[in-house]
């Protein structure tokens, strides 16, 4: 029996051992692009599907005219886990495309994807001098640049123009007690006191809400400086939860899940069911991606757009929002390294490239030069979104190798607390921090 | 000295010989045709059963070695893991009510069904289609009419009946599952038909000529003879109800609202999920094997108590 246990034992620590995924560094090569080339076909796995994979095929093409004895053959549809099970499975793919910058971290601190500093180094190319500060910030971690951005989304507010001037109003809000007011102001109901039009909805599972509360109008601290987490000792998570549950009280949190069920729910965000689009919501927080939802949706609905108010304490602040978009870079599996950072260096940072998928995508562009395209950047609806981008406060909250873990455990607490189900906010946030750091400490 | 072996003496030595190689030969060809499922078991079973109790000793990531903490993840889940303790109450929940809820219902219909003479076939085919359904088409089809404004809300609006927010109240969230699971009842309920039909007539009939009242019968007849197929429902369903994931995914929403509202539809499957996804694969291995102990022991305790209330024909067990 003990011999049996023994051989089980060996079995498994064998298996696991060759399960288990491990890496060295690989000596940099850059390819010189005028020199003569052996034929070389990359694979690239990428989220993008439908409409979006046939843009990016677009632009692929433009990189095959440019380096024409490369192929690339486009995998689509890939999501974060798949990535991942790729480089542990030692897939040959190439380069990765991922629609999530929250797993940058990940990536970077494990070597999944390849420390791009090397590339950029024998490049001689000073990202600093291309790509804005807030998208370097998110693609890389702790120092390792192990992603570039390709494209981002800026998140702020939308306004429906005619509810606006009907109740009186001529601007935006630019502070939350202003947006507070007239959210109130703009709210309607029916005779039998259901919702029947929302001025703003507060509920942090509606839409892009999720993003709103991770704080950025409220300069929310995520982490101190011995990276433990700071829910518990930063005041503006309080404040921002409070504002939250006026807003929620205000309308009656089953009064909300009504409404927003009888909207059709989360999926009614990508139909035209979409209630800003259906004119039963005036002030929308949402991505850039809207406007080109609305005219795709043949909404008739007028709308302007500008940042997101911020916290009354901190007009600093108005300007700036959530940014964050996908990301490429190349996994430690690549077969053809060399080439494919030809392909990453052109989709992140060839001005026309980036441009092309900007306006066809309609997000927002990721290098100084591309943001000076003029259709985009005199575009009066999205222009409020590249400055966004661009401003000196606007961040993706701070991510770890945990990925969503801290952000899920904190929608988690925020769901009770909006519900009325947390008696005691502080107590409830240090409980929060303690669960976000041993989450974080899991990994 | 030389000795020569008489064919007399010799003879039992070869009798003893070949039913050895015979013996040996049947294993072999055993073997043989048992390799596939053998390879199979090991490499797909076995081998990634005895690899995840050691990862789940570990931090392991996928993308890097393993690396030892002892009991550590199992120390968090229990200690430390606020989230763990809402999926298994949610969970509890499922099988405390929902498998009882289930059996009861796929009885009753069976039973209904068997009474039913004309068209009968037509019956069974009506309560066994929403089986051949897709689980994530049955769920979004009863998002769609488990919705506020939806057909069921709008009945219970004109019956002036309260209407829930179903999927989107923790409240009434489970419940909704459950309705959910009666719906797609077809498989047991099938089963049970079969049961009932089975049970002989001569055990009625002496039951009416010793007077015995509907109830009586389905109590010390129905029961007792279906009971095997009971027990049969009830270790499925506790099995199938500890990792009751799909359902529960597509109902709160998907990916973005894994176990919303408010927690209510976070099972302990959709945890575990939810670990993978951040890739702690160490700890979502210790939930694993977490959840394959406690089924393993519902099910010997299932099996321990079956002795007691099973009813086999024949006395057979």
Same mark, same amino acid.
């Given at each position: 029996?003990?011999?049996?246990?023994?051989?089980?034992?060996?079995?498994?620590?064998?298996?696991?051992?060759?399960?288990?995924?491990?890496?060295?560094k690989?000596?940099?090569?850059?390819?010189?692009?005028?020199?003569?080339?052996?034929?070389?076909?990359?694979?690239?796995?990428?989220?993008?599907?439908?409409?979006?994979?046939?843009?990016?095929?677009?632009?692929?093409?433009?990189?095959?005219?440019?380096?024409?004895?490369?192929?690339?053959?486009?995998?689509?549809?890939?999501?974060?886990?798949?990535?991942?099970?790729?480089?542990?499975?030692?897939?040959?793919?190439?380069?990765?495309?991922?629609?999530?910058?929250?797993?940058v971290p990940f990536y970077c601190s494990t070597g999944?994807l390849v420390d791009l500093s090397s590339y950029l180094q024998?490049?001689?190319?000073d990202l600093s001098?291309?790509i804005?500060p807030?998208a370097l910030k998110y693609t890389s971690y702790q120092g390792v640049q192990c992603t570039l951005?390709?494209?981002?989304?800026?998140?702020?507010?939308?306004?429906?123009?005619?509810?606006?001037?009907?109740?009186?109003?001529?601007?935006?809000?630019?502070?939350?007690?202003?947006?507070?007011?007239?959210?109130?102001?703009?709210?309607?109901?029916?005779?039998?006191?259901?919702?029947?039009?929302?001025?703003?909805?507060?509920?942090?599972?509606?839409?892009?809400?999720?993003?709103?509360?991770?704080?950025?109008?409220?300069?929310?601290?995520?982490?101190?400086?011995?990276e433990?987490?700071?829910?518990?000792?930063?005041?503006?998570?309080?404040?921002?939860?409070?504002?939250?549950?006026?807003?929620?009280?205000?309308?009656?949190?089953?009064?909300?899940?009504?409404?927003?069920?009888?909207?059709?729910?989360?999926?009614?965000?990508?139909?035209?069911?979409?209630?800003?689009?259906?004119?039963?919501?005036?002030?929308?927080?949402?991505?850039?991606?809207?406007?080109?939802?609305?005219?795709?949706?043949?909404?008739?609905?007028?709308?302007?757009?500008?940042?997101?108010?911020?916290?009354?304490?901190?007009?600093?602040?108005?300007?700036?929002?959530?940014?964050?978009?996908?990301?490429?870079g190349?996994?430690?599996?690549?077969?053809?390294?060399?080439?494919?950072?030809?392909?990453?260096?052109?989709?992140?940072?060839?001005?026309?490239?980036?441009?092309?998928?900007?306006?066809?995508?309609?997000?927002?562009?990721?290098?100084?030069?591309?943001?000076?395209?003029?259709?985009?950047?005199?575009?009066?609806?999205?222009?409020?979104?590249?400055?966004?981008?661009?401003?000196?406060?606007?961040?993706?909250?701070p991510l770890t190798p945990?990925?969503?873990?801290?952000?899920?455990?904190?929608?988690?607490?925020?769901?009770?607390?909006?519900?009325?189900?947390?008696?005691?906010?502080?107590?409830?946030?240090?409980?929060?921090?303690?669960?976000?750091?041993?989450?974080?400490?899991?990994? | 000295?030389?000795?020569?072996?008489? +064919?007399?003496?010799? &003879?039992?030595?070869?009798? *003893?010989?070949?039913?050895? #190689? =015979?013996?040996? @030969?049947?294993?072999?060809?055993?073997?043989?045709?048992?390799?596939?499922?053998?390879?199979?078991?090991?490499?797909?079973?076995?081998?990634?059963?005895?690899?995840?109790?050691?990862?789940?000793?570990?931090?392991?990531?996928?993308?890097?070695?393993?690396?030892?903490?002892?009991?550590?993840?199992?120390?968090?889940?229990?200690?430390?893991?606020?989230?763990?303790?809402?999926?298994?109450?949610?969970?509890?929940?499922?099988?405390?009510?929902?498998?009882?809820?289930?059996?009861?219902? +796929?009885?009753?219909? &069976?039973?209904?069904?068997? *009474?039913?003479?004309?068209? #009968? =076939?037509?019956? @069974?085919?009506?309560?066994?289609?929403?089986?051949?359904?897709?689980?994530?088409?049955?769920?979004?089809?009863?998002?769609?009419?488990?919705?506020?404004?939806?057909?069921?809300?709008?009945?219970?609006?004109?019956?002036?009946?309260?209407?829930?927010?179903?999927?989107?109240?923790?409240?009434?969230?489970?419940?909704?599952?459950?309705?959910?699971?009666?719906?797609?009842?077809?498989?047991?309920?099938?089963?049970?038909?079969?049961?009932?039909?089975?049970?002989?007539?001569?055990?009625?009939?002496?039951?009416?000529?010793?007077?015995?009242?509907?109830?009586?019968?389905?109590?010390?007849?129905?029961?007792?003879?279906?009971?095997?197929?009971?027990?049969?429902?009830?270790?499925?369903?506790?099995?199938?109800?500890?990792?009751?994931?799909?359902?529960?995914?597509?109902?709160?929403?998907?990916?973005?609202?894994?176990?919303?509202?408010?927690?209510?539809?976070?099972?302990?499957?959709?945890?575990?999920?939810?670990?993978?996804?951040?890739?702690?694969?160490?700890?979502?291995?210790?939930?694993?094997?977490?959840?394959?102990?406690?089924?393993?022991?519902?099910?010997?305790?299932?099996?321990?108590?079956?002795?007691?209330?099973?009813?086999?024909?024949?006395?057979?067990?």
């Amino acid at each position: 029996m003990k011999r049996m246990l023994c051989v089980l034992a060996s079995f498994a620590l064998f298996g696991a051992a060759c399960t288990a995924g491990g890496g060295s560094k690989e000596p940099v090569e850059t390819v010189n692009p005028s020199g003569s080339h052996a034929p070389v076909t990359l694979t690239v796995w990428d989220y993008f599907t439908e409409r979006e994979l046939s843009n990016l095929t677009g632009v692929l093409n433009q990189f095959k005219q440019q380096y024409p004895w490369i192929t690339v053959n486009v995998v689509p549809g890939k999501r974060p886990i798949d990535f991942v099970r790729g480089i542990n499975a030692g897939e040959t793919f190439d380069v990765a495309i991922d629609s999530e910058s929250t797993n940058v971290p990940f990536y970077c601190s494990t070597g999944g994807l390849v420390d791009l500093s090397s590339y950029l180094q024998a490049d001689g190319t000073d990202l600093s001098t291309i790509i804005p500060p807030a998208a370097l910030k998110y693609t890389s971690y702790q120092g390792v640049q192990c992603t570039l951005p390709l494209l981002t989304d800026a998140y702020g507010l939308y306004y429906n123009k005619d509810m606006l001037a009907a109740a009186g109003f001529s601007e935006p809000p630019k502070t939350l007690s202003e947006l507070t007011a007239m959210a109130k102001k703009l709210t309607v109901r029916n005779p039998d006191g259901s919702l029947k039009v929302v001025g703003f909805m507060p509920l942090s599972t509606f839409y892009e809400n999720t993003n709103m509360y991770n704080g950025n109008a409220w300069g929310t601290q995520w982490y101190q400086e011995d990276e433990s987490s700071a829910f518990g000792t930063d005041p503006a998570w309080k404040d921002m939860l409070e504002w939250n549950k006026e807003m929620v009280d205000y309308y009656g949190y089953n009064d909300l899940q009504r409404f927003f069920q009888q909207l059709g729910g989360p999926n009614s965000e990508w139909s035209s069911a979409n209630g800003f689009e259906q004119g039963k919501i005036a002030l929308l927080y949402d991505g850039e991606w809207r406007g080109t939802f609305i005219s795709d949706d043949k909404s008739k609905v007028d709308f302007g757009t500008a940042a997101f108010p911020v916290a009354d304490d901190k007009p600093e602040l108005y300007g700036s929002g959530q940014v964050g978009g996908t990301v490429v870079g190349i996994p430690k599996t690549a077969e053809h390294p060399s080439e494919a950072w030809l392909l990453v260096k052109f989709l992140t940072m060839n001005t026309k490239a980036v441009q092309t998928l900007a306006n066809l995508l309609g997000n927002v562009p990721t290098t100084f030069e591309s943001l000076k395209d003029p259709k985009l950047a005199n575009d009066p609806l999205f222009k409020p979104f590249m400055e966004i981008f661009q401003n000196e406060h606007s961040y993706l909250l701070p991510l770890t190798p945990a990925a969503s873990a801290p952000a899920d455990l904190f929608a988690d607490f925020q769901g009770k607390w909006e519900a009325g189900k947390v008696s005691d906010l502080q107590s409830g946030l240090e409980d929060l921090a303690t669960a976000v750091d041993q989450q974080v400490g899991l990994g | 000295m030389a000795t020569t072996l008489t +064919a007399r003496e010799a &003879a039992p030595a070869i009798r *003893r010989r070949r039913p050895r #190689s =015979g013996r040996f @030969r049947r294993v072999a060809i055993v073997l043989l045709f048992m390799s596939p499922w053998i390879v199979g078991f090991l490499a797909f079973i076995l081998y990634p059963m005895l690899a995840s109790l050691y990862f789940s000793f570990t931090k392991y990531n996928l993308l890097q070695p393993p690396e030892w903490v002892g009991l550590f993840n199992y120390k968090f889940m229990f200690l430390h893991d606020p989230l763990f303790w809402q999926s298994v109450r949610n969970t509890v929940w499922i099988v405390l009510f929902g498998v009882p809820v289930s059996i009861v219902f +796929a009885v009753g219909t &069976a039973m209904v069904l068997t *009474r039913v003479k004309v068209g #009968s =076939g037509v019956y @069974r085919t009506m309560f066994f289609l929403p089986t051949m359904v897709p689980a994530v088409a049955a769920t979004l089809s009863f998002v769609f009419l488990l919705n506020p404004s939806g057909p069921i809300n709008t009945i219970l609006r004109l019956l002036h009946i309260p209407q829930p927010l179903w999927f989107a109240s923790p409240q009434w969230s489970k419940p909704a599952l459950v309705g959910l699971s009666l719906w797609a009842i077809g498989e047991t309920m099938i089963i049970f038909l079969a049961a009932l039909l089975d049970v002989p007539r001569q055990l009625y009939e002496a039951a009416d000529m010793e007077g015995a009242g509907p109830w009586q019968k389905f109590r010390h007849v129905t029961l007792p003879m279906i009971s095997p197929v009971i027990f049969f429902s009830v270790v499925i369903g506790v099995i199938f109800g500890f990792q009751y994931f799909t359902q529960a995914y597509i109902a709160s929403g998907g990916q973005l609202h894994l176990g919303e509202p408010q927690g209510s539809m976070r099972f302990y499957a959709v945890w575990m999920f939810q670990q993978i996804q951040y890739s702690h694969m160490g700890y979502a291995s210790a939930l694993a094997w977490v959840l394959f102990l406690v089924v393993m022991a519902c099910t010997v305790v299932l099996i321990k108590a079956s002795r007691r209330w099973v009813h086999y024909q024949g006395g057979f067990r």
